[in-house]
């Protein structure tokens, strides 16, 4: 009797490819996921979509609204970065930043993780000195759809004295809550510290930050709980980053501060990220899209590849072979494999595609 043949299910993910480097990280994102297809227990279905720089050059503005449909219906998003300088005089809503706003509030993605850690073979690579980074791994909690990004009013005018700005940095009790139940849930996983980042001597929104936080952290006894103002934070990251484990704090500190974690580790090109929520999650790189070198193969793949570990681990449920694409992420440098950014004496440089190769022939 013949065996019935087990149906196989699909995952779709929506590709936004970008400007810049975007396009060629993505481009070895997706030959990575395909060439890794066998290790899977489902199928992957990519649809591509332009966004940022190259969809307002093709339709006017820097998404669509059927992208970001599609990207609603989707099992997971990957996004390279996206940025041109020729549409830096446009108007807000008609830059290709405009586009990931956009996104992130559609998809409901108020969580972004981005894990900062420093390889050992590129201690030499980083801002610091090596006994300053040796074990340097941390995790910044960044909540991202809310803050000073996103509140309104936020304009421009004219008047008697001249020009004039506002922005306005707004956060409710339930945007504080639910980000700082990620960060405590995330430390609780590793080595049980949040430290949450604000400006509670100044800024009424981090005054309320700071309480809702603090009230969080009953529910999660067993993990601790520090508060420390931004400006400190970000001096002790170059003093001593390893007294991190989870850095929580709001969306416009969360982006400044994993920036500078980023130089730590020795190029910005290493480091992922993943912005969860209601809706699809959204994997991508955190470094911009780089046009200086764009088209050049010279473009670090590992961020992206990370993204897609990131992919693995917190939506698909495969924590293990997360585990071993970072490992081989790890090997592969060992081995004195460098991308340009990366260039170290001794090391032997690749490009792109090359680099890509020998992470998929670690696994």
């Known amino acids: 009797m013949a065996k019935e043949k087990t149906e196989v299910s699909e995952k779709r993910i929506v590709v936004l490819e970008g400007d810049g480097i975007g396009l060629e990280v993505v481009?070895?994102?997706?030959?990575?996921?395909?060439?890794?297809?066998?290790?899977?227990?489902?199928?992957?279905?990519f649809d591509r979509f332009p966004i940022g720089g190259r969809c307002l050059r093709k339709e006017g503005l820097p998404i669509l609204p059927q992208t970001i449909e599609s990207c609603q219906d989707s099992d997971a998003v990957l996004l390279g970065a996206v940025g041109?300088?020729?549409?830096?005089?446009?108007?807000?809503?008609?830059?290709?930043?405009?586009?990931?706003?956009?996104?992130?509030?559609?998809?409901?993605t108020y969580c972004n993780l981005r894990p900062a850690k420093i390889y050992p073979a590129l201690y030499p690579a980083s801002s610091l000195k090596n006994e300053l980074v040796a074990g340097m791994d941390l995790l910044v909690v960044r909540e991202l759809t809310g803050g000073i990004y996103f509140g309104q009013p936020s304009l421009r005018q004219n008047g008697p004295e001249g020009r004039s700005a506002l922005d306005t940095m707004i956060y409710?009790?339930?945007?504080?809550?639910?980000?700082?139940?990620?960060?405590?849930?995330?430390?609780?996983?590793?080595?049980?510290?949040v430290t949450s980042v604000d400006k509670a001597n100044v800024l009424k929104s981090s005054q309320l930050w700071r309480e809702v936080v603090g009230e969080i952290a009953e529910e999660f006894p067993e993990v601790a709980l520090e508060h420390m103002l931004v400006d400190n934070c970000a001096m002790q990251l170059t003093r001593r980053p390893t007294q991190f484990d989870v850095i929580l704090t709001g969306n416009m500190f969360g982006d400044i501060l994993s920036d500078e974690a980023s130089a730590i580790t020795g190029s910005i090109g290493?480091?992922?990220?993943?912005?969860l929520g209601d809706g699809a999650p959204l994997y991508e790189p955190v470094h911009g899209s780089a046009p200086d070198i764009a088209g050049q193969d010279k473009a670090n793949p590992i961020a992206m590849i990370g993204a897609i570990a990131m992919m693995f681990q917190f939506t698909f449920g495969l924590p293990e072979l997360a585990r071993d694409i970072e490992k081989s992420i790890e090997v592969t440098l060992e081995k004195g494999f460098h991308t340009p950014d990366l260039a170290l004496p001794g090391g032997q440089l690749v490009t792109t595609e090359e680099m890509t190769d020998r992470i998929l022939e670690g696994l």
């Open 27 to 45: 481009r070895e994102g997706v030959r990575f996921l395909k060439a890794i297809q066998d290790r899977l227990p489902f199928r992957l279905k």
């Open 84 to 108: 041109d300088p020729r549409f830096d005089d446009n108007p807000p809503h008609l830059r290709p930043e405009k586009a990931l706003l956009d996104l992130r509030a559609s998809l409901g």
């Open 172 to 193: 409710s009790e339930m945007e504080v809550a639910r980000i700082a139940r990620w960060a405590f849930r995330m430390a609780g996983a590793r080595r049980g510290k």
């Open 270 to 275: 290493l480091l992922p990220s993943a912005s």
